[in-house]
């Protein structure tokens, strides 16, 4: 059974830093696009970053460019999202997501996945 394990949320002032990870297992996603989403209370799910499959190349919301840094280990069959300078705007659950031998800007533009993670809640406080 493939499951996508998000871990690392939690309450941080406005200015601080948070790292999440998404660990997979029951299958290996080294051929996978892997990405993180957000969906704050009363909005729809939006995209916040993907890493390809093939070249590690990376994509990001522009709403989180230049403060989130998305990074994968294919050894651990794990995504990263380091996120700094957090605002109270990225208040949100944060799910994780792999798609089958897409981009990372295809990911982000379809905002599709395969497999998806059951969130976890990161609150900023101003």
């Known amino acids: 059974q493939v499951q996508l394990v998000e871990s690392g949320g939690g309450l941080v002032q406005a200015g601080g830093s948070l790292t999440l990870s998404c660990a997979g297992s029951?299958?290996?996603?080294?051929?996978?696009?892997m990405g993180w989403f957000r969906q704050a209370r009363g909005k729809e799910r939006e995209f916040v970053a993907a890493?390809?499959?093939?070249?590690?190349?990376?994509y990001y919301a522009d709403s989180v460019k230049d403060r989130f840094t998305i990074s994968r280990d294919n050894a651990k069959n794990t995504v990263y999202l380091q996120m700094n300078s957090l605002k109270p705007e990225d208040t949100a659950v944060y799910y994780c997501?792999?798609?089958?031998?897409?981009?990372?800007?295809?990911?982000?533009?379809?905002?599709?996945?395969?497999?998806w993670g059951k969130g976890t809640l990161v609150t900023v406080s101003s």
């Open positions: 997501a792999v798609k089958h031998w897409i981009t990372a800007q295809t990911m982000g533009v379809d905002a599709k996945g395969d497999y």
């Open positions: 890493i390809s499959w093939s070249d590690d190349s990376t």
């Open positions: 029951g299958r290996t996603f080294s051929d996978y696009a």
